[in-house]
């Protein structure tokens, strides 16, 4: 079974902090993904990576960025966290084409 | 980005019930895929169905898609309280193969 992993489950930092988020998989997915999900609003695309060191924005990229530089390991970053960023974080993972995601158990950060 | 519409927003059924939970969409797709979400944690892939298919089962859950009428439904037979969660049609559509759309979700309730 394919098992996607996150550093933390909670997390609470304050704003101006610079936030890190790791994902893990396992199962050698080419394409990963970091969403927020809030009430009201669903699960929105922060960004994607199709490959090492590729990237591509997502519908609500500002004030975020992510680093892949191996393959298993994707990192979303809050270069200056604020409060309007208090939410479910959640990443998933792909093996390509139109095939589905397998999703981590979701962060909670809150940033006060 | 075009995002499913679930229908209703909330369920609440008795245990033994079936359920039936649409979604509906506005511009053409590849495949529409169902997840569930327990309370606070990560998405779990239910069944994937592609835009040339028009039903699929996998156990208790049948999805059919009607591409005439841009809508899906994901049917729960025999329903559990162990099924009581939300659950969220993604859509894969357009020329961008990586990007799944999801909607806002229907949260079901299964009474013991």
């Known amino acids: 079974d394919v098992k996607v992993t996150q550093s933390s489950r909670y997390l609470v930092k304050r704003t101006g902090e610079k936030v890190f988020l790791e994902c893990v998989q396992d199962m050698d997915h080419e394409n990963m993904f970091w969403y927020r999900q809030d009430p009201g609003l669903g699960l929105r695309l922060i960004y994607f990576?199709?490959?090492?060191?590729?990237?591509e924005k997502g519908d609500i990229p500002e004030g975020y960025s992510v680093s892949r530089e191996k393959k298993e390991r994707f990192s979303l970053i809050l270069e200056s966290a604020s409060t309007n960023q208090t939410s479910m974080y959640l990443c998933?993972?792909?093996?390509?084409?139109?095939?589905?995601?397998?999703f981590g158990p979701g962060t909670r950060l809150t940033v006060l | 980005s075009q995002q499913g519409e679930e229908d209703p927003q909330a369920l609440s059924i008795q245990e033994g019930e079936n359920a039936t939970m649409n979604c509906s969409y506005k511009?053409?797709?590849?495949?529409l895929q169902w997840y569930r979400q327990n309370s606070g944690r990560g998405l779990v892939h239910l069944i994937l169905?592609?835009?040339?298919?028009r039903e699929k089962h996998s156990g208790r859950l049948r999805v059919t898609l009607d591409t005439s009428k841009k809508s899906s439904s994901l049917l729960i037979t025999a329903s559990r309280a162990a099924d009581t969660a939300s659950y969220f049609c993604a859509l894969n559509s357009g020329g961008s193969n990586y990007k799944l759309t999801f909607g806002k979700g229907t949260l079901l309730t299964v009474n013991p």
């Open positions: 169905i592609r835009s040339n298919e």
């Open positions: 511009t053409s797709i590849n495949n």
């Open positions: 998933a993972s792909r093996a390509g084409g139109y095939n589905e995601q397998f």
């Open positions: 990576s199709y490959d090492v060191k590729m990237k």
